[in-house]
């Protein structure tokens, strides 16, 4: 999930550099949503590694 949010991060920034807002922002707001669920579920992975161990 993560390279999917780095992939769409860089389609923003290709989009954003030849003046094509919609897709810019269209993307970034794409990449910011995967990064945050990436974000969660690697918290929920640690958290569970954690009550795994004991």
């Known amino acids: ?5 780095l992939v769409f ?3 923003a920034l290709v989009a ?3 003046g094509f807002g919609g ?3 269209a993307s970034a707001g ?3 949503i995967l990064f ?3 974000l969660v579920l ?3 992975s640690l958290i569970m590694g954690f009550v795994r161990r004991r």
């Open 36 to 38: 945050f669920i990436f």
């Open 42 to 44: 690697f918290a929920v």
């Open 1 to 5: 999930m993560l390279y999917w949010a």
């Open 30 to 32: 794409i990449a910011q």
């Open 16 to 18: 954003g550099a030849l």
């Open 9 to 11: 991060l860089v389609v």
């Open 23 to 25: 897709i810019a922002s």
